[in-house]
């Protein structure tokens, strides 16, 4: 791409997070994203084919972004798949749901539809690793089977969240939606709970104000 098409897009996708950011996923159209980088709506399209497009752009710099600062801070926790998972999960659900804005834009997408849409790659590449690390032997069929039900039950417990039917502490509903995976693969119990707590301590240790969901 060039340099100015790869300016434009950019611009395009910055100005799509400040308007997300500022009135929600629902009330951000592509024609309001169009206006406010002053380009035409077909150029918007051009680099994002619609709006979920650029959602799933947010989101996986996000991950990545959350994934890079650990391997910059804690290369350590990487030897282990669920250890280095859940405190990135740790990071990402705090900063999300500690910011109104943030918590605004989450909510609206989980109503409209499961993450797993928009971060399947991203899940699959991760649950792959804890098979490899834990030596389990699983047909891929019973591993998608597996995923799919993470992220609807996932799916369902925050939105009972969202609606005040569940209260509980951010990060304790991490420590239930980061180990429900690892269970339904049958990894030892006493294991995964240990490294529920280890990944508390490394959590609480690190400053990651830094990263941001959206602006």
Known sequence: MYKKGQNKKEIIYMNAKKLLYEVGYTNTT??????????????????FEKKESIVKSIYYDFVNNVDFFLYQQKPEIFKNS???????????????????????????????????????????KIYKKYIEDNNIIITD????????????????????????IIDL????????????????????????????????????SLDYSKIKFLI
């Open 82 to 124: 669920i250890l280095s998972h859940t405190v990135s999960s740790r990071i990402y659900y705090d900063i999300i749901l500690n910011n109104e804005n943030n918590r605004r834009v989450y909510y609206e997408i989980l109503k409209n539809k499961s993450n797993y849409s928009i971060l399947d790659k991203y899940a699959l």
């Open 30 to 47: 592509i024609k309001k994203i169009a206006i406010a980088s002053d380009v035409p709506v077909s150029l918007v399209h051009y680099y």
């Open 141 to 164: 069929e019973l591993l998608k089977s597996y995923v799919f039900m993470n992220f609807g039950a996932r799916r369902e417990l925050f939105l009972n969240y969202f609606e005040g």
């Open 169 to 204: 502490p951010i990060q304790e509903i991490v420590t239930i939606i980061n180990g429900l995976m690892p269970r339904m693969l049958k990894i030892d119990q006493y294991f995964i709970d240990s490294l529920m707590i280890d990944s508390i301590s490394i959590f609480n």
